[in-house]
């Protein structure tokens, strides 16, 4: 495999093309695009390029509608539902984002549900564009069954990754952004795809077996992260996600490789939160710039996020490395 650089530009442009001969709608491509390369850039790769073949193998058979278009209702004063309406989750993320930090600073606080909802992908990225927009921000979804609950045999949970961001004064927001399962999926889909093996103590294959073999993990589980904790988080995450919105339960959705099956209609949950609802906005400034020094001033630490910004600068200079077997087949479809 030959790798390539490519300006960041240059690769969304590539990437919504290919989408929009896939079935896809220009303004979808055009958001699945943003957030598969900011994922890529960002080094969180299992929910970047990875996804491309099976995102437009879904589309293609209406797994997931790629002409779908997102409704809003806000139902109180400070809370939102949004349909997706069988569509891919990102165009629905951007309104969210957009229309949380109005409500918050009406009310203090606003969340925002979404149903009949796809893969989420890297969570951060959402509640990034709300911490610059001022706000602390919490964000929950579900995924496809992936993972037992304790001490349980099959799997009732998926990987239920959560996502917080902090703003900081004059700094990038810290942003905590995690699977509750000891690795993510598209880790293992990653592996996969390169004809790779993955590390002991990630994943069991279908019969329950610890295994090594991405493939195999695929067919099975992965084990929670930190073991009880983590599958009680994730029942939280449950809970708020899905029983909350109305949306499909862990086990009760589709898979979001393939192209089998009904759509996934998983759910998410997002928070935003006005810091001068509280202590103040310059009160809650000062406090977390006194936390941020005493992680950053002790040596070796650094504070969740940090890595971001290095990448990002370093994509900026140098382009995103790909495989050239990709760009040649995104090329190929793009019509550009």
Same mark, same amino acid.
């Given at each position: 495999?030959?790798?390539?650089?490519?300006?960041? &530009?240059?690769?969304?442009?590539? *990437?919504?093309?290919?989408?929009?001969?896939?079935?896809?709608?220009? +303004?979808?491509?055009?958001?699945? =695009?943003?957030?598969?390369?900011?994922?890529?850039?960002?080094?969180?790769?299992?929910?970047?390029?990875?996804?491309?073949? &099976?995102?437009?193998?879904? =589309?293609?058979?209406?797994?997931?509608?790629?002409?779908? $278009?997102?409704?809003?209702?806000?139902?109180?004063?400070?809370?939102?539902?949004?349909?997706v309406?069988?569509?891919?989750?990102?165009?629905?993320?951007?309104?969210?984002?957009? $229309?949380? +930090?109005?409500?918050? =600073?009406?009310?203090?606080?606003? @969340?925002?549900?979404l149903?009949?909802?796809?893969?989420?992908?890297?969570?951060? #990225? @959402?509640? $990034?564009?709300?911490?610059?927009?001022?706000?602390l921000?919490?964000?929950?979804?579900?995924?496809? #069954?992936?993972?037992?609950s304790?001490?349980?045999?099959?799997?009732?949970?998926?990987?239920n990754?959560?996502?917080?961001?902090?703003?900081?004064?004059?700094?990038?927001?810290? !942003?905590?952004?995690?699977?509750?399962?000891?690795?993510?999926?598209?880790? !293992?889909?990653?592996?996969?795809?390169?004809?790779?093996?993955?590390?002991?103590?990630?994943?069991?294959?279908?019969?329950?077996? +610890?295994?090594t073999?991405?493939?195999?993990?695929?067919?099975?589980?992965?084990?929670?992260?930190?073991?009880?904790?983590?599958?009680?988080?994730?029942?939280?995450?449950?809970?708020?996600?899905?029983?909350?919105?109305?949306a499909?339960? &862990?086990?009760?959705?589709?898979?979001?490789?393939?192209a089998?099956?009904p759509?996934?209609?998983?759910?998410?949950?997002?928070i935003? !939160?006005?810091?001068?609802?509280?202590a103040?906005?310059?009160?809650?400034?000062d406090?977390?710039?006194?936390?941020?020094?005493? !992680?950053?001033?002790?040596?070796?630490?650094?504070?969740?996020?940090?890595?971001?910004?290095?990448?990002?600068?370093?994509?900026?200079?140098?382009? *995103?490395?790909?495989?050239?077997?990709?760009?040649? #087949?995104?090329?190929?479809?793009?019509?550009?």
């Open positions: 495999m030959t790798l390539i650089r490519v300006p960041v &530009s240059r690769l969304q442009d590539l *990437v919504a093309g290919y989408l929009t001969n896939n079935n896809i709608s220009g +303004p979808n491509a055009a958001a699945v =695009a943003r957030a598969l390369v900011q994922a890529e850039v960002d080094g969180q790769k299992g929910h970047g390029l990875t996804r491309i073949d &099976s995102y437009t193998a879904q =589309a293609r058979v209406g797994k997931v509608d790629g002409h779908a $278009e997102p409704k809003l209702n806000r139902t109180r004063p400070g809370a939102l539902m949004i349909d309406a069988h569509g891919f989750c990102y165009r629905a993320l951007e309104i969210a984002t957009a $229309e949380l +930090p109005k409500l918050a =600073a009406e009310n203090g606080i606003a @969340a925002a549900g149903v009949r909802s796809h893969h989420a992908g890297a969570l951060g #990225q @959402a509640t $990034e564009r709300l911490a610059r927009a001022g706000m921000a919490m964000m929950f979804t579900n995924a496809p #069954q992936a993972m037992t304790w001490g349980g045999r099959k799997p009732v949970f998926g990987t990754p959560i996502a917080f961001a902090a703003p900081r004064r004059n700094a990038d927001p810290i !942003i905590v952004d995690l699977a509750l399962s000891e690795v993510a999926r598209g880790k !293992i889909l990653a592996a996969s795809q390169k004809g790779e093996d993955i590390p002991e103590g990630w994943a069991k294959d279908a019969e329950g077996r +610890p295994t073999d991405a493939k195999a993990a695929l067919k099975g589980t992965v084990f929670p992260a930190g073991g009880a904790k983590g599958a009680a988080l994730a029942l939280m995450v449950e809970v708020l996600s899905a029983s909350l919105v109305g499909n339960h &862990s086990f009760e959705a589709s898979s979001l490789f393939d089998e099956g759509p996934p209609a998983l759910g998410q949950f997002m935003a !939160i006005d810091p001068g609802a509280f103040g906005a310059d009160a809650f400034a406090r977390l710039e006194l936390l941020a020094s005493a !992680i950053e001033g002790d040596e070796g630490a650094r504070l969740p996020g940090a890595r971001r910004a290095e990448l990002r600068a370093a994509a900026d200079r140098n382009g *995103v490395e790909v495989s050239s077997e990709l760009v040649t #087949q995104l090329e190929g479809g793009a019509n550009l």
